[in-house]
């Protein structure tokens, strides 16, 4: 097919693949995935999308298709490659002209061009860089324009480069553009000041060499801040530096005379911010070079956000940028001085230590603080109608990095930046700032109280700070009680904000004597009759109180059906998802700490949440958190649980499916809660041996939750294991088979763990089950395993088969010995060597004595290989008598139904209990090494005769011989 026919074929399937008509649609789309991988297919594209004439649509569409080919196909080793010489021509192609009208497609090809750049320039397109600095000499309008655009979003891709190599290049490209590109910048935004100036009220005029100002200071933005290893030497970086103030002065009364023109006063927005941007990346990556701009920068910043000079001027993203500034600067590492200035090196640092100190006096300090607090902390009347229309959206937490970009978090966190950087200073400030509004204020004085909650929300964010200053504990008693008793619809501000503050407190300074007394206080405030913000904030106080390092169950105990009924209630009546999610963890919280205790209240609950699973169907947030609060109710409820079995495994059922799309954010708290249930039954029911079938692709999947899962198989072992193992035994033994060979070490050791519980609980019958895994650990040891932990696990299974199933260990051991093509005997003796040289590798007590025991049992045989290593078996035995004997020769691992039980026996899980009475019945635990290796030294005896028993003693070394004769007597 020759070039025309097959670019009206894809123009075809293109415009096919713009249709509304599924049935169109879908064949047009695979169609086109099929010819992603065919050579021509991506020149053929360049062509439909450089005509102008074709429909946007298909343009666009084909600009797409190019963009995710480049991703996919552009690099050599990518499966089904571009051939290069369909690359050298494509690359002549996006660059033979920058015309493209529509700005939609422009940014795309900019992008796309921006992409094959990042791989390809400078080696393989040199061509690129002066091919678009020419075009934006262009006095062409368009051309220029559309240039600038792919300039900037190259740099911008060749700027996010990490390699040395990449950066050197990098670094050599700004060398050379830099300089052109910043005068660029200067005469364009010179040309747009001269255009206010003259025809200021022609502003369609003035959007387009605007907007070049924008992208060309976009370019200097990237090229000064990842294109110099030292700033500081660029004279023209300076320059940069030196012109944003100018040009933000210049700029912000602009934007207030064009404020009425909505494009050009955000591009004018954007333009101010991005001069801040530059500020900012320049402290961030060349501390050093903006030493001498730190002065002027704090000096521009103040003034313009805490005096009258940016009345007026002042929007809140330039606020933002101006308070992010001045706080890089004080929390900048690189301007703090050693504690002794004498001995610091660098005199950079002393100098931006001497600004920022010689800046910040006492009087400046003491102004921006109560700027701060009285003009940026209180609430707005935007503020307070959000809170009256819709408080659950209002009271919402933005958390993470929103101080970056929102007006409220930015000045409470630079708030704390300053506090802590000054306290000194401060100190005095806010408490006179609090003394001033301590006394009654009238409910009907909005600015009032207003004001009081701006103060009191200082004092609660530098609580941390005012330690030793603050006696809280009178405080809470003397006035925050009173504040919350008052009940004026407008006195919900300081009730929110007094509620909050205590919270802040807990952690802080509120004597644990007071917590009765604060949650006599918090439980009112969470009545259906207060306000909603109110009783939310009560909540997460609530909260932290229980989560509180010194919180005391037995002093909440009196409140907690107060407060469950309460929360209950909460949670019932609000209506967006985080609401619910943030009261389910409060309720998640006081299950968790209060334990047993819960099971009481629980009902209600278990009657709610499985229409509330209903309901958050599509909020898989929502169901994590349920699933939280269900692991920590399961736990309180223990043996209980098992009434809740009808919603319990259902749920454990879906988020451990991985056929499930939610499974990706449910599957970690579901194995988390499929364990606990396990853990918490004390019987195996037929619905929680189903939920196993879910197992093997969780398995498969080998995610982080593998440990679990291997913990959840041990958790059935330990239930029910005769129908736990009668149903799924062979999938295990095809599973963890594949696995051994699979996963890392760690992984490994989990399963062996896994096999050692089945043969503790089937000693006889469990072994057999297993047999691909048994000759895995046989041959891992005969091949002398290099890993301790690995060759400790594999030492531990075949002692446990030995000792316990000693007929069929040696059945095995000639069926293996006879697929190695050796004697049994050779094979044993060879074994007996290795683990005995690598006993030291089996560290824990418990696991060596399971050694002696199951190298014991051997010295009543008379096969000759056994009788050669007598010696040896009999010092391992002396060895490990040491470590499990006390000095009046009793066994330290002796455990028996009369002992009394552990202290925690209370607080102990079902599992717990099960993991007891199994450890109680192994050898390990119920026989006496001593008595053991006694009784077996007796039958050698027996089975040699008194002269072949004293030759084998005879080998023995006299040392050893006069230890053991010490433990047997």
Not at 319 to 342: G, M
Request: charged fraction near 20%; proline fraction near 5%.
């Amino acid at each position: 097919m020759d070039f025309a026919t097959a670019s009206s074929v894809v123009l075809e399937t293109l415009t096919k693949a713009t249709s509304q008509d599924q049935t169109i649609l879908k064949p047009a789309e695979q169609q086109l995935k099929q010819w992603e991988t065919q050579p021509g297919f991506y020149s053929i594209l360049v062509t439909i999308f450089s005509n102008h004439a074709i429909s946007l649509n298909v343009r666009w569409l084909a600009v797409l298709y190019f963009k995710n080919g480049v991703d996919r196909y552009w690099r050599r080793t990518a499966p089904n490659a571009i051939p290069e010489e369909e690359k050298n021509q494509l690359r002549k192609q996006l660059i033979a002209n920058f015309n493209e009208p529509v700005n939609q497609v422009a940014t795309q090809l900019s992008v796309l061009i921006a992409k094959v750049a990042r791989v390809d320039c400078p080696r393989a397109w040199p061509e690129l860089i002066p091919t678009l600095l020419e075009a934006v000499k262009s006095p062409e309008v368009l051309l220029q324009q559309r240039a600038l655009l792919t300039l900037h979003h190259v740099t911008k891709t060749l700027a996010t480069k990490r390699l040395a190599g990449d950066r050197k290049i990098f670094q050599e490209l700004a060398g050379n553009v830099f300089s052109f590109v910043y005068n660029l910048w200067n005469s364009h935004t010179e040309t747009f000041l001269q255009l206010v100036a003259t025809s200021p009220s022609n502003t369609d005029q003035l959007l387009l060499p605007l907007e070049r100002c924008l992208l060309t200071l976009k370019v200097c933005r990237k090229l000064a801040v990842h294109g110099f290893k030292a700033a500081e030497t660029m004279p023209d970086v300076m320059a940069l530096l030196n012109a944003t103030y100018p040009r933000i002065k210049s700029l912000l009364p602009l934007r207030k005379d064009f404020s009425t023109h909505a494009q050009l006063k955000e591009k004018l927005e954007k333009l101010i911010i991005l001069l801040t941007k530059v500020l900012l990346d320049m402290q961030e990556y060349h501390a050093v070079a903006f030493v001498p701009f730190i002065q002027p920068t704090l000096e521009f910043t103040v003034s313009y956000v805490f005096t009258e000079t940016g009345e007026g001027l002042l929007f809140e993203r330039f606020t933002v940028q101006c308070l992010n500034l001045v706080k890089a600067i004080i929390k900048c590492d690189k301007y703090r001085p050693a504690k002794e200035i004498s001995e610091t090196k660098e005199p950079a640092t002393i100098e931006a230590y001497k600004a920022k100190m010689s800046f910040f006096t006492c009087a400046t300090l003491t102004e921006i603080c109560t700027r701060l607090i009285l003009q940026y902390f209180p609430l707005t009347e935007e503020d307070l109608q959000a809170w009256d229309a819709d408080a659950e959206d209002y009271i919402t937490d933005e958390g993470g990095e929103s101080w970056k970009f929102t007006q409220r978090p930015c000045v409470e966190v630079f708030f704390m930046t300053l506090f802590h950087e000054f306290c000194e200073t401060l100190t005095p400030c806010l408490l006179q700032m609090v003394q001033t509004v301590q006394g009654p204020v009238n409910p009907e004085d909005v600015r009032a109280l207003l004001q009081k909650d701006a103060v009191y929300n200082a004092l609660g964010l530098a609580s941390y700070e005012l330690y030793d200053v603050v006696d809280f504990d009178q405080w809470f008693q003397n006035q925050l009680l009173g504040e919350l008793q008052c009940k004026h619809p407008r006195y919900k501000i300081i009730r929110r904000r007094v509620t909050w503050l205590i919270g802040q407190w807990i952690g802080v300074k509120l004597s644990v004597d007071l917590r009765p007394m604060m949650y006599e206080a918090l439980l009112p405030l969470l009545g259906t009759e207060e306000d909603l913000v109110v009783r939310i904030t009560a909540a997460n106080t609530l909260r932290i109180a229980v989560d509180d390092f010194e919180f005391k169950s037995e002093q909440f105990l009196p409140y907690l059906e107060r407060s469950f009924l309460l929360l209950f209630h909460l949670l019932q009546q609000v209506s967006e998802c985080d609401t619910k999610m943030q009261v389910l963890h409060v309720l998640s919280f006081v299950i968790e700490r209060v334990g047993p205790e819960i099971r009481p209240y629980v009902s209600s609950l278990v009657q709610y949440l499985p229409m509330l699973w209903e309901e958050s169907a599509e909020h898989n947030m929502l169901r994590c958190a349920i699933i939280t609060t269900l692991i920590h109710l399961v736990q309180g409820v223990g043996p209980l649980c098992m009434n809740l079995f009808p919603f319990l495994l259902p749920v454990i059922q879906f988020s451990t499916d991985v056929t499930q799309p939610p499974h990706v954010y449910l599957m970690e708290d579901g194995v988390d809660l499929w364990h606990m249930t396990l853990q918490s039954s004390t019987s195996v029911t037929p619905e929680l041996l189903q939920l196993f079938n879910n197992m093997p692709a969780l398995l498969e999947l080998g995610s982080e939750t593998l440990r679990v899962c291997f913990s959840i198989v041990d958790s059935y072992v330990l239930l029910g294991p005769g129908e736990f193992l009668q149903m799924y035994s062979g999938m295990l033994h095809a599973l963890l088979s594949d696995m051994m060979t699979d996963l890392r070490p760690e992984g490994v050791t989990h399963i062996c763990r896994v096999i050692e519980n089945m043969f503790r609980v089937f000693p006889v019958e469990a072994p057999q089950l297993f047999p691909d895994i048994l000759s895995h650990c046989f041959k891992a040891v005969l091949d002398k395993e290099e890993l301790p932990q690995l060759m400790s696990m594999y030492l531990v299974l075949i002692a446990r088969v030995m000792l316990q199933n000693n007929a069929f260990f040696f059945t095995f051991l000639s069926s293996l010995a006879s697929k190695l093509g050796q004697q049994p005997g050779e094979v044993l003796g060879t074994l007996l060597d290795i683990w005995m040289e690598r006993l030291d590798c089996i560290s824990q007590p418990e696991r060596r004595k399971l050694s002696a025991l199951a190298l014991a049992s051997l010295l009543v045989s008379t096969e000759k290989v056994i009788v050669e290593r007598f010696c040896a078996i009999v010092n391992c035995c002396v060895e490990i008598l040491h470590d499990c004997c006390r000095e009046d020769f009793t066994d330290i691992l002796l455990m028996t139904e009369n002992d009394p039980p552990p202290e925690e026996e209370m607080e102990m899980m079902e599992e717990d209990r099960r993991r007891r009475q199994l450890s109680i019945k192994d050898p390990v635990h119920s026989v006496s090494l001593r008595d053991f290796v006694q009784a077996k030294l007796h039958e050698c005896q027996q089975t040699h005769g008194q002269d072949g028993f004293q030759t084998l003693m005879d080998t023995v070394d006299i040392e050893i011989k006069e230890q053991l004769q010490r433990f047997i007597k």
